[in-house]
């Protein structure tokens, strides 16, 4: 069987140990007995028995290929696009450092929006081919925004894009410089940069095609969250921090959205600093649901690529200690003062902890066992509130409509009571199996999805 995961691998290894003076082409076996070999790499749970660990690798290496991509598009254009511009419109005196559009369309000269309308278009196009030359890539006449696809702009993305063999080879080289032997098959893939590679002698048709695809996917997961991703390395080589502290009050803001489309806005309230020698950083905001209160820490660090790769006990600690130790000790603080206010009359209390990092199996038994030994040793007392990624709070919008939220937590305490070992502990896995629903969807991510490729590319039907 050769999976998405797989291929990615092989294509990136076929680039790497490939002949640059070979003739042989790769045949269709010989894809086979390479997806073979990919399936019989070692894997470290054999040496070490780490059951935690092998499940944190294998989830981060296969379960985002499950996610829904116009959905991951959205959710990067709201927090990199339109979060930013609605923050400077209505708030003159606002916390970013930076002006997201402006610099990326100085870095790569091209808008945000322009970078991804050209993906687009050359993903479409490469759902036929898997080669192409840039001087084909046209557009139907009927396309809005036809001036995006001249040749300068098409080369600008190309530029920052595609690689060519020895670059995708000097990348691997530098980024995986430290891999632990028999971690191999979960080391960064260079295609995850560079999709597209170019083409050279080595390929049969290189003077009519002077661009290859290896692997759609990648391009597809380059046109989701590539600018995301871009910013990102733009300003970490630039030795600033000022593209994390911007992204991190969007995602407060991005959250608050949500929370007020689920609760409306005259029951969500954002939880404003205390100021003061005694002062402690709170969460970040407060829902109020008659005798329910729900409080919200937002946090939008992301495991560094060592930790995913590995699920290294002390690497994990340490970032644990960033996110989960740091996020609880908010939610604590936010608890004890509405405790103390004049508001606090009796109501139940939940606490959440929502992270843009998709971390698979966190609320299951497992996991759950983990944290709690480490909670309980750095704060003398167990776990309580509930970790959800951002991905799942974005489809509780069904359940909390149809089931409430309440409900929804009354059954999570339920599960978790239950001392047997079972899978589905995670809100959304609670929520869903509550009236069995098929399919999750949000409604505001599926509209910013087809108003950008209704207003930018004139396609209605996606």
Not at 100 to 123: D, G, N, P, R
Not at 379 to 391: L, M, P, Q, T
Not at 414 to 440: P, T
Request: one cysteine or more.
């Amino acid at each position: 069987m050769v999976t998405q995961w797989g291929l990615a691998f092989l294509c990136c290894r076929a680039i790497l140990v490939s002949n640059d003076g070979r003739s042989d082409r790769f045949q269709l076996n010989d894809l086979g007995y390479a997806s073979y070999l990919f399936n019989d790499l070692d894997e470290p749970f054999l040496e070490d028995s780490d059951v935690l660990g092998f499940f944190g690798r294998i989830s981060q290496e296969q379960f985002s290929w499950q996610n829904i991509s116009s959905y991951d598009f959205a959710r990067n254009y709201a927090l990199l696009v339109e979060m930013p511009r609605k923050i400077h419109e209505n708030y003159a005196d606002n916390e970013l450092e930076i002006n997201l559009s402006s610099v990326f369309k100085k870095i790569f000269s091209l808008s945000i929006e322009e970078y991804i309308a050209i993906a687009f278009v050359i993903f479409a196009k490469s759902t036929d081919s898997s080669a192409f030359n840039s001087q084909d890539i046209k557009v139907d006449e009927n396309i809005k925004s036809k001036e995006v696809f001249t040749e300068e702009k098409i080369s600008a993305f190309l530029e920052n894009t595609s690689a060519s063999y020895q670059e995708i080879r000097a990348l691997q080289k530098d980024i995986n410089r430290v891999t632990y032997v028999g971690y191999e098959r979960y080391e960064f893939n260079p295609l995850t940069k560079f999709p597209i590679v170019k083409s050279d002698n080595r390929y049969l048709y290189s003077r009519k095609y002077n661009f290859v695809i290896p692997h759609i996917g990648m391009l597809l997961r380059k046109m989701t969250g590539g600018v995301y991703w871009e910013l990102r390395d733009y300003f970490s080589k630039q030795k600033s921090r000022s593209f994390l502290h911007d992204f991190g009050i969007l995602f407060e803001q991005y959250v608050g959205e949500i929370l007020k489309s689920y609760f409306g806005s005259q029951n969500v309230e954002r939880l404003e600093i205390r100021k003061g020698i005694n002062s402690k950083k709170h969460a970040d905001w407060l829902v109020k649901l008659d005798r329910l209160i729900l409080i919200f820490e937002c946090k939008s660090s992301l495991m560094p690529l060592l930790t995913r790769q590995t699920f290294n006990k002390f690497s994990l600690l340490k970032w644990m200690n960033e996110v989960f130790i740091k996020g609880s000790t908010q939610l604590d603080a936010s608890e004890l003062e509405f405790r103390q206010s004049e508001r606090f009359d009796g109501q139940k209390i939940c606490k959440f902890l929502v992270t843009f990092e998709d971390l698979y199996f966190a609320e299951e038994d497992l996991f759950r066992s983990f944290w709690n030994t480490e909670i309980k040793e750095r704060k003398g007392k167990e776990k309580d509130f509930y970790h959800i990624s951002v991905r799942d709070l974005e489809l509780l919008e069904k359940p909390i409509q149809e089931i409430g939220m309440s409900e929804i937590i009354n059954k999570k305490e339920e599960v978790d009571a239950l001392n047997a070992i079972r899978d589905g502990r995670g809100i959304l896995s609670v929520a869903r199996k509550m009236k069995n629903f098929n399919q999750l969807d949000n409604e505001h991510l599926s509209i910013i999805y087809r108003k950008f490729f209704e207003s930018f590319l004139g396609l209605p039907n996606l």
